[in-house]
C-alpha cells in the first residue's frame, strides 16, 4: 500500500536554531498538506499546496516558518528560529481528489525544542 | 466555516463494552465527514467517511458511524471495545471543493481489561 514518507521522525533542537522537514507524498497525489497537533490537540492546518503552488498558507506563520514544493512532488517545511512553542507533530498528508476524498497521512516528525 | 465538536475528551470502557464517540458538525451545507485514529507517535489512519451515500457508514475494525442531519451529528460506535482500540480518535469536516479538512480536538479512548 502506497505511504506518505516523512522523515526525521524524532528531532529535537536548540531554541533559536533551524530545523527542517521533508516529506513525499503518495504519487499522483497533487494535494499535500502540511498539520501541526501539540500534544492533546487535534491537528491544525499549516499550508496547503496544488501541485506546486500554496492554495492556503493563512495559518502558517511567516515570520519563522516557510514551505516550498518546487517540482510540484516532495515538499519541505523549515522554521528558522525554532520557538519552545513550536513542539509538537508536524503532519504531512496528501490527497488525489476534492471533497469526498480523504487524506492518507504520514507517520509525522515529532519535535521537540529545548 | 465549517467545524467539528467532539464531546469528551476522555472516554473510558470495559473491553467487550459498546464504544460511543460523540460528533457534532456546523456546517452550511451537507458535509463530508471523516474519523480518524492515531496511535502513539504515529499518523492518523481513516477509520471511515460519510459522502452521502448511505447514513450508516461502516469502516476498518468493525467501527461504524450514523450521519443525523435532524442531530448535526456523526458519531462512531463500536459494539464490543478490545484492548487494541485505545487510542486517540479524531472527527473531521470537510466541505466541497479543495476544501481542506477540518479536525476536532479528539477523543482519547481507554479500554480497561
Known amino acids: 500500500e502506497a505511504e506518505v514518507a516523512q522523515s526525521p521522525r524524532y528531532k529535537i533542537t536548540e531554541k533559536s536554531q533551524a530545523v527542517a522537514f521533508w516529506c513525499d507524498p503518495i504519487?499522483?497525489?497533487?494535494?499535500l498538506y502540511w498539520y501541526r497537533q501539540i500534544l492533546g490537540q487535534g491537528p491544525e492546518l499549516l499550508v496547503q499546496?496544488?501541485?506546486?503552488?500554496?492554495?492556503?498558507d493563512s495559518q502558517l506563520p511567516k515570520d519563522r516558518f516557510s514551505a516550498e514544493r518546487l517540482k510540484g512532488v516532495d515538499s519541505t517545511l523549515k522554521i528558522q528560529p525554532a520557538e519552545l512553542g513550536d513542539s509538537a507533530m508536524y503532519l504531512c498528508?496528501?490527497?488525489f481528489g476534492q471533497g469526498a476524498s480523504g487524506y492518507t497521512f504520514g507517520s509525522g516528525t515529532r519535535l521537540t525544542v529545548v | 466555516a465549517q467545524s467539528v465538536t467532539q464531546l469528551g475528551s476522555h472516554v473510558s470502557v470495559s473491553e467487550g463494552a459498546l464504544v460511543l464517540l460523540r460528533c457534532n458538525y456546523s456546517s452550511s451545507v451537507p458535509p463530508y465527514l471523516f474519523w480518524y485514529v492515531q496511535y502513539p507517535n504515529q499518523g492518523l489512519q481513516l477509520l471511515l467517511k460519510?459522502?452521502?451515500?448511505?447514513?450508516l457508514v461502516k469502516g476498518i475494525n468493525g467501527f461504524e458511524a450514523e450521519f443525523k442531519k435532524s442531530e448535526t451529528s456523526f458519531h462512531l460506535t463500536k459494539p464490543s471495545a478490545h484492548m487494541s482500540d485505545a487510542a486517540e480518535y479524531f472527527c473531521a469536516v470537510r466541505g466541497s471543493g479543495n476544501t481542506p479538512l477540518v479536525f476536532g480536538k479528539g477523543t482519547r479512548l481507554s479500554v480497561i481489561a
Open positions: 460519510y459522502t452521502s451515500a448511505a447514513t
Open positions: 499546496f496544488q501541485d506546486e503552488s500554496v492554495v492556503d
Open positions: 504519487s499522483g497525489h497533487a494535494t
Open positions: 498528508a496528501s490527497s
